[in-house]
């Protein structure tokens, strides 16, 4: 278990440090081609080499420290339940989509997120939703469970409603950094009355989280699911680092429009999965096992009489 949960670690911060990279790269080096040129040769490929395989990278071990986390915590079971539905069915949609515009619109992927499954939707892309619709969705149940194994039906909709709002919110900021910067990774055909996104596509998304994760309440409805505050902590920071990703090339690379999906997006993503995450059953609630309390009739009775009225003193 400890070296799972140094890979899991180690995953992470890979997946952090990989983003941020990708960040400077972005904002930093390629609007200033001169520092680019500056560099040696073996500094230029490997700049290339990055902006080529950068997003691969990131998603690569994202979806690698989610998977397993999810293992440690929760189980095989409980992973592959919701992983393989979480990739199936997000990639059937986005094969439905780059098809048939049905239901995000009419888009198409251009290069840098690896190789594309049947020429369309590259692999990475139902990896990411694995890995931010798991985090979305165990945040959502956690803050609503409130340590409970096992959730009514209403509180069993109310966290794929609210797993799939927190993960919808953070492709207000995603689309505008991905499809509308001077490095776009995907195009929308149509222009989008949402800040260049059709409505469909936030509909897209919203129904696509809520249909994977409906599946996997379903599968985990007879394994023993609980999650604390204190185990939240890597779920928090890959929704909000991946949020910052986003939010912060939307607002560094774009027009002063875009500060309002920005905003909208931390008010129905961020905001929300903190209140969840405080909200879930803190550690401390745990029953701890309290030590007899010691009967001192006993003892009282082997003091002799004058010694207890010393004490009493």
Same mark, same amino acid.
């Given at each position: ?100 515009? =049905?239901? =995000? ?209």
């Amino acid at each position: 278990m400890k070296q799972l949960l140094i890979a899991e670690r180690v995953c992470l911060m890979a997946h952090i440090v990989s983003m941020a990279f990708g960040l400077a790269g972005l904002l930093i080096v390629l609007p200033r081609p001169e520092l680019v040129m500056s560099l040696p040769p073996a500094g230029q490929t490997l700049f290339q080499w990055g902006m080529a395989g950068g997003g691969v990278v990131y998603i690569i071990f994202g979806a690698a420290a989610v998977a397993l986390y999810a293992y440690r915590t929760l189980g095989l079971g409980a992973t592959l339940t919701f992983l393989l539905p979480s990739v199936f069915l997000s990639l059937g949609s986005e094969l439905l989509g780059t098809s048939t515009g =049905f239901p =995000f619109g009419h888009y198409h992927y251009l290069s840098g997120l690896g190789y594309k499954i049947a020429g369309l939707v590259p692999f990475t892309i139902p990896l990411s939703w694995f890995y931010l619709g798991f985090v979305s969705y165990a945040i959502a149940r956690a803050g609503l469970s409130r340590g409970k194994v096992e959730l009514n039906w209403v509180r069993q909709i109310g966290a794929i409603v609210l797993g799939a709002l927190l993960l919808t919110a953070w492709d207000f900021v995603l689309d505008p950094a991905m499809s509308q910067t001077s490095v776009p990774f995907w195009e929308f055909e149509e222009v989008g009355v949402f800040f260049g996104m059709p409505y469909r596509n936030l509909a897209g998304w919203m129904g696509t989280g809520a249909l994977f994760m409906s599946v996997a309440a379903f599968c985990w409805r007879k394994i023993p699911i609980q999650l604390e505050r204190s185990e939240l902590s890597l779920p928090l920071i890959v929704y909000l680092v991946n949020f910052a990703f986003g939010a912060i090339i939307t607002v560094t690379s774009l027009d002063s429009r875009f500060w309002f999906p920005t905003l909208l997006a931390v008010f129905l993503g961020v905001v929300p999965a903190l209140v969840l995450s405080w909200i879930a059953k803190p550690a401390a609630d745990e029953e701890i096992e309290t030590i007899p309390s010691l009967d001192t009739s006993a003892f009282k009775a082997e003091i002799p009489p004058q010694r207890v009225g010393v004490l009493r003193k």
